[in-house]
DNA sequence: CTGAAAGCGCTAACAA
DNA sequence: TTGTTAGCGCTTTCAG
């Protein structure tokens, strides 16, 4: 491995002009650059970027905390973050928690050991350990998706969360129902808050009330959907529409559903929460929001290279626009 | 951020002491550690990583190239290459390519600039570009899942693909099915051509031929799944069993089937590959082939490490078992 | 426009 | 067991 040194020795000059050749070409003589160029080509150097970055004292890589890594949401949102790192110069380090505090100290913890530069998080915990807490105030983070319960010093980058489900609601009062049930995710999110907050408001503008009976509790997982669906099919006034709050939870849904005999949407309505791929490719096709996944990601990337730089922030919560997508999992409601 | 001499200082030691404090605690005397570790205490002390790897000239990160991370299957090779990485204090950086050579010779050429020690290749091309060839020879790079074609320099982790084949066609075989048709990946992708010899080979032991008008070359999408699923479907002598090699594009060939009024698996039987946690919630369950997906990223990265380490290899080939697994979009062919 | 030299924080060889 | 010191490869300040 050649060094700088070398390509120095090898061009007749220092390695200062070397570096400067290398950074900024314009602040070298043409002579000089193309002698320098010329003995980088032939001994093929490659400045050692891990020195670099030592001097400059930053590694030049984010860490990303992600839930599920296996959630095909969570991929597009990273591919928005990559996609923009890469345009800054930046490296993603990946950190696959499945939300265990353990793994998000133990990646987050990465920060402070100079391994990454910033931290975007993905799900809506605190993801340092109690006892780095004070270090840990000065890494930049962002939350991206979720927020952090309980803690606004972090900027956010969220979708309008309370207006995408009150958008689900109308759409499903418009089509005549009225017993409508949830299956929310991890009560502790924020995000599940307040869709759950929008899905009732917009239900009780209407005169209609969340019965506390059709919310159940999941986990965002397929398995999970599917057993809140038997959970709330299977009861005496059964829903005539399930509102998921995310895609993977509907196709359990859906699932179930049709386990037990009953036809979707002609006996019950499913609504998910994400677009992700495979929704258009379930029988039915799922009615869904979609979420500009890759743009969250980079909004976060881009608000993080701001935090990193210490400049300062436009705002610290960008909320995002959804989209309705109307396809066959919903459907009027039907005589009985 | 406080550094190594301020705790040697706080402590009465030198740096070097501290230095051996944190790495190697047992060489110093327990009053001096616990001098040391106190001053560790109250200053907050995180010893810079980015100094240390530069120091001993190595990264401790390795690189995964990906070509599609929302396939997830990748997911779960990548939480295997992350498992093992943590295990062995190595981070792991992430290049989603898309399959574009750019994009792989972008996130390669980190490894030639000591961002990352090594790296996993996911898919079936040399990363590197072409210039930067003779410098790439002595980068630890293996591979996994896939094979680089026409290159055996590089280790391989992966399936049994042939005989995995194998076994779906003589389940189908099994069934009645003589009509079969296939909906491949890229044909550039040797492990493309493993399934498909495989696949030919045990239809032929049983005097069929793989009619080449029934094989036709997918992208591993649904909508290329469904596409073919249509132009098989859509042809006189339509084939009454398709194997997609991918469970993507067998989700996108089941779509197909049912918008074309034929059902599965009474009409068509349709066959995936991976497993993907998706396959149990089609309708009807996907019949597949499971793939150790996280044993194949863990024992690729511990492949990596050996060579990273410079150590011997046991073997540049590791081949892991596959699982037959039957549901029900596979069944006995119909009388017509 | 270029060179000399200090220094980033840590490790490790060598001395004591 | 501990301290001194020389680097690791690069950037950057300061002179020239």
Known sequence: MSNIREVARRSGVSVATVSRTLKDPKVVSPQTRARVLKAVDEVGYRPNLLARNFSSGKSFA??????????????????????????QGYSVLLGDTKGQPANEQFYAGMALTNQADGLIQLDSSYPFADKDATLAASVPMVNACERIAEDDRYPVVELDNRGAAQAIAQHLMEL????????TGPVASPIVRDRLA???????????????????????TMPSGQRGAEALLSAAHAPTAIFCM????????????????LTVPGDVSIAGFDNIEFSQFTDPPLTTIDQPAEALGRYAMETLRLMIDAKPLKSSRTILPFNLVLRESTGPLQDV
């Open 62 to 87: 984010v860490m990303v905390l992600v839930p599920n890594i296996a959630n095909p949401f969570f991929s597009r949102v990273i591919r928005g973050i990559e996609k923009a790192a890469q345009d």
């Open 176 to 183: 005549g129902h009225s017993r409508i049930g949830v299956i």
């Open 198 to 220: 929008g899905f009732r408001q917009a239900l009780e503008k209407r005169g209609l009330q969340l019965d506390s009976e059709r919310v159940t509790e999941g986990e965002f």
């Open 246 to 261: 995310n895609d993977e939870m509907a196709i359990g849904a859906i699932h179930q559903a049709k386990k037990m005999g």
